[in-house]
């Protein structure tokens, strides 16, 4: 099993090595930056810092710290299921037990995930606009965040539920994905209305600050979602991809429609990033943007 990378690379976050003359800028052309016997994960890729699970165990690349293997104290060691940050970097994780560990820094070497946050129970998702806003998830609930800070402070600044339950959780610059179990897969968004990024028509009924649904994709169940930059895109169960936001006009007026393409394949997944989406299926990999 082995993980491939490519592009911006100033702060080492796609070197496995510790050597800053052996660290490229940019890695141009794809290549292997890890390998596993059984299991590899990408629990976070960022600006600056890419966390990955190797095994079993934890390593950060990057500017956080050149690939050190991270650990959470064995007293409160649980399976980790998401990691979170913003553009400054890995900020913390959230494990099975629904706990959140924040990155502890000891001196320039020393990096660990530090004891629980107290008093922040049932989360499963976390997200950071690049806003600084931050979305939580506790049960069937999302919880809005003025800030990082205003998080860690248990203030929050607006709560909905959501019908259905989460399943996954996304930021972009100015706004929040969500996808819920509801319907075998329903696409929500909310957030910043700019570039038609929240892909549907807002109304005083259906405001751009709180969850609605994106009814072009409404009816489609759908499998995943991503977000990045003033993008966002969904897979469907039959494995139909569609993107929308990015737009330079006004913002969207009217019902959504889906615009089909001439020509497509079917997918598997897709990432979107700050200007630039990649989708994969059957060994292929499509890439566009900058």
Not at 139 to 151: H, I, N, P, Q, T
């Amino acid at each position: 099993m082995e993980l491939i990378a490519f592009g911006f690379n100033a702060h080492g976050q796609l070197s496995p090595s510790t050597n800053p003359s052996e660290i490229p800028e940019d890695i141009r052309i794809p290549q292997i930056i890890a390998s596993a016997a059984n299991s590899l994960r990408v629990l976070f890729a960022g600006w600056s810092d890419t966390l990955l699970e190797i095994d079993g165990s934890l390593h950060l690349l990057g500017a956080a710290s050149a690939n050190t293997q991270l650990t959470i104290p064995s007293t409160h060691l649980s399976q980790i299921t998401s990691a979170f940050g913003d553009h400054t970097g890995l900020k913390g994780v959230t494990t099975t037990a629904q706990a959140i560990h924040l990155l502890q820094h000891y001196g320039t070497k020393q990096v660990c995930f530090g004891q629980r946050v107290e008093g922040i129970n049932d989360t499963s998702h976390i997200a950071i606009a690049g806003n600084g806003v931050v979305a939580v998830v506790q049960g069937d609930e999302v919880l809005v965040y003025r800030s990082f800070s205003a998080f860690l402070l248990k203030n929050a600044r607006q709560r909905w539920t959501l019908a259905g339950g989460v399943v996954e959780l996304h930021a972009n610059e100015g706004g929040f994905v969500a996808l819920t179990r509801e319907y075998g897969g329903r696409v929500i968004t909310w957030g910043d209305a700019r570039h038609e990024y929240l892909g549907r028509e807002t109304t005083a009924e259906a405001s751009a600050g709180a969850p609605g649904i994106v009814d072009a994709l409404d009816g489609i169940a759908i499998a995943r979602v991503g977000s990045g930059g003033w993008c966002s895109a969904a897979v469907s169960v039959e494995r139909d991809l569609y993107i929308w936001g990015g737009a330079g006009g006004e913002v969207l007026a009217g019902r959504g429609e889906v615009e089909l393409a001439q020509e497509f394949e079917v997918v598997d997944g897709v990432s979107v990033g700050d200007g630039h989406a990649v989708a994969w299926a059957g060994g292929k990999l499509w890439d566009t943007g900058r």
